[in-house]
């Protein structure tokens, strides 16, 4: 029987206690940012040279739909908080930062994106792709990096440590949400409450079995017959107890989790923000 794997990670495991510690250490250098704007979630980073996170917030927010902004103002404000919360709380300067986009969006939106970021302070080194961003903390050679967030749920095939193709299909956490509302007879906003309370899910699970097996299905869709190594889970709808298992039952194929889902892309993009300026020094 196939079982997935929880995979720890140090970076993760240190950004979740940066958010969740109610006061920071100061930090006077040099800061680099990565802005991760999500269908259910805005995401924050602030990291430092080496790409260690210092600081992070997390915000519920409406302002994408299926990759694309449809909120501008409320975005920029979401961001322009997270930023001077995390200011706060180090006492550090503005710094670069990045954004980042799903697979497959059209070029524009991440400029749009990189907007939001200039209009909240930061200054734009760079937009990158959410599945390469999440690859750089898991440190994916050859698989599948599936990222099921509120609204989509992206596929990125890697070769080789690189992204060989990308696709993005409208499922996700609100589709739980929307069956468990269904079932009970509920608005859709207690149902994601009720979703996301982990003493729930045991008999939310076959309720959301469904939504579950559609997630595996475009999965499947997206490898065109050729089976990856391995899956790796990314994104807060993951974090649903037995999702991966079910994964891993579905295809057959060995599936990880890691401990923090929804924090993986947004570390991402702040690694790679780091990491970029750091290439740029070097080849200055
Ligand atoms: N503990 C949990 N259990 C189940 N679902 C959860 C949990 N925590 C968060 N979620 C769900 O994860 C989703 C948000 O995940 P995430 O922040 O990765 O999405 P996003 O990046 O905003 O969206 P997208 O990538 O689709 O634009 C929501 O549907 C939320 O209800
Ligand atoms: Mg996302």
């Not at 250490?25 to 980073?45: C, M, R």
């Not at 970021?117 to 930061?122: D, M």
């Not at 609204?151 to 690189?162: Q, V």
């Not at 050729?226 to 194929?253: H, M, N």
């Amino acid at each position: 029987m196939c079982k997935s794997t929880v995979k720890k990670s140090k970076l993760l495991e240190q950004l979740n206690r940066a958010i969740r510690a109610p006061e920071g250490k100061s930090y006077n250098g040099y800061v680099f940012w990565g802005v991760d704007i999500g269908t259910a979630n805005v995401v924050t980073v602030a990291a430092d040279r080496q790409g260690r996170p210092l600081a992070g917030a997390v915000t519920p927010a409406k302002v994408t739909k299926e990759g694309l902004i449809v909120d501008y103002v409320g975005a920029v404000e979401v961001v322009k908080k997270q930023v001077a919360h995390i200011q706060k709380k180090l006492h550090c300067p503005l710094g670069v930062a990045m954004s980042a986009i799903p697979p497959g969006t059209e070029k524009g939106n991440g400029r749009v994106t990189a907007n939001i970021l200039e209009s909240a302070g930061l200054d734009v080194v760079g937009v990158i792709d959410e599945p390469e961003a999440a690859g750089l903390v898991l440190a994916v050679e050859n698989g599948a990096i599936v990222d099921v967030g509120g609204g989509t749920t992206g596929i990125s095939i890697i070769k080789e440590g690189r992204v060989l193709y990308s696709e993005d299909e409208a499922t996700g956490g609100f589709q739980f949400d929307l069956v468990i509302a269904g079932h009970f007879g509920i608005a859709v906003e207690q149902a994601e409450q009720m979703k996301k309370n982990k003493a729930e899910q045991e008999r939310l699970y076959p309720i959301v079995q469904p939504v579950m097996a559609k997630v595996a299905s475009i999965m499947e869709k997206s490898f065109r017959g050729e089976r990856p190594e391995e899956i790796y889970l990314v994104g807060g709808a993951c974090a649903f107890q037995g999702f991966s298992d079910f994964i891993c039952k579905y295809t057959g194929i060995p599936t990880y989790i890691p401990q923090y889902p929804l924090l993986v892309t947004p570390m991402g993009i702040a690694l790679a923000c780091a990491r970029a300026v750091r290439a740029e020094e070097i080849t200055a």
